[in-house]
């Protein structure tokens, strides 16, 4: 519960409306309801909460119209694996410091770090790929 605004926040940056995002939100906290018990004996809580919503929300995507992610706009995702863009999302879309993205996904604040790191070798790469490929002069 303490993290339910984090979570719909969340689902709404990966381009669900409101409504939505907060109904996979609830869906999801209902859900962790029923296996608690599992999930409190478990190393990382916050891990399990947060592999089920994410999930949800990707299935909640899969769902929805290519397109329309593409205009509204979650580029990370389009660009990177789920945990590399989700990271980068919530680190700086979200505006969430290192800790705070560490402990709402339940990782190391190194985990993270790691990611982060990885995603921007991904993103440079890409870039270099599509400046080699673009001629300069035609």
């Known amino acids: 519960m303490r993290y ?13 409306d409101a409504g ?3 109904q996979i939100v609830e ?3 209902s859900a962790l309801v029923v296996v608690w018990p599992s999930v409190i004996a478990s190393d990382r809580p916050s891990r399990v909460a947060w592999k ?17 992610r593409r205009r509204i706009g979650d580029a990370a995702h389009l660009a990177l694996p789920p945990s590399q863009a989700d990271v980068v999302l919530l680190r700086y879309r979200l505006s969430l410091s290192r800790g705070e993205t560490a402990e ?3 990782l190391k604040e190194s985990e993270v770090a790691l990611e982060l790191a990885k995603a921007l070798d991904s ?3 890409q ?3 599509r400046r080699d490929a673009t001629p300069v002069f035609r």
Do not use: F, P
């Not at 339910?4 to 669900?16: D, G, T």
């Not at 089920?52 to 329309?68: I, K, Y």
């Open 52 to 68: 089920m919503l994410t999930a949800q929300v990707a299935w909640a995507l899969s769902e929805a119209d290519q397109a329309r």
């Open 4 to 16: 339910q605004e984090r979570y719909v926040r969340y689902a709404q940056a990966r381009s669900l």
């Open 27 to 29: 869906s999801v906290l």
């Open 104 to 106: 709402l996904m339940g």
């Open 123 to 125: 993103l440079q790469a």
């Open 127 to 129: 870039d270099r790929q």
């Open 20 to 22: 939505r995002a907060r």
